[in-house]
């Protein structure tokens, strides 16, 4: 594979994202694969969220762009990951212990991911584009997503 180069904050090589329903690795949180949940991934990502077809996966990353004001919904995840904010901001909430605790990054600043701990992504008005990284290769990673902000079925 030739080496590319190009800016991550482009209008180019940008694909719409759905969660892949049938994917084994996207988990409902009450049990089961995502399939089986009582929740509509495509009407919930459609149009909201774009994958970067530049970005090559083999390292680990996954390019995101969401659109402005959209809430991914709450979820969490087996590996330890890195957020790197490349454009627009968005706000992650958390808990901590009996706290709700919220940071908001934007262009230049990360975010440390902690395996297991559930959260959501509240998106700014510009949206955001952003670069996600994990502990292990991305086929290890395992999604489980909560019931907070889906579009029902």
């Given at each position: 594979m030739a080496i590319e180069h190009f800016?991550?904050?482009?209008?180019?090589?940008w694909?719409?994202?759905?969660?892949?329903?049938?994917?084994?690795?996207n988990y409902w949180n009450?049990?089961?694969?995502?399939?089986?949940?009582?929740?509509?991934?495509?009407?919930?990502?459609?149009?909201?969220?774009?994958?970067?077809s530049k970005v090559d996966n083999a390292f680990h990353l996954n390019g995101i762009r969401c659109a402005p004001n959209f809430s991914i919904p709450r979820r969490h995840?087996?590996?330890?990951?890195?957020?790197?904010?490349?454009?627009?901001?968005?706000?992650?909430?958390?808990e901590e212990g009996e706290d709700t605790v919220s940071r908001t990054i934007?262009?230049?600043?990360?975010?440390?991911?902690?395996?297991?701990?559930?959260?959501?992504m509240a998106v700014g008005?510009?949206?955001?584009t952003y670069l996600e990284?994990?502990?292990e290769p991305i086929d290890k990673l395992e999604i489980y997503w909560h019931d907070d902000g889906w579009a029902d079925r």
């Open positions: 800016g991550l904050l482009s209008e180019e090589g694909v719409d994202s759905s969660v892949d329903q049938i994917c084994p690795t009450e049990g089961g694969l995502l399939s089986d949940a009582p929740v509509d991934p495509d009407k919930t990502f459609k149009g909201n969220v774009w994958i970067s995840s087996n590996l330890d990951g890195l957020v790197i904010v490349f454009g627009g901001q968005f706000t992650i909430t958390w934007g262009p230049g600043e990360f975010w440390t991911v902690t395996a297991d701990t559930p959260y959501v008005h510009e949206g955001v990284t994990w502990s």
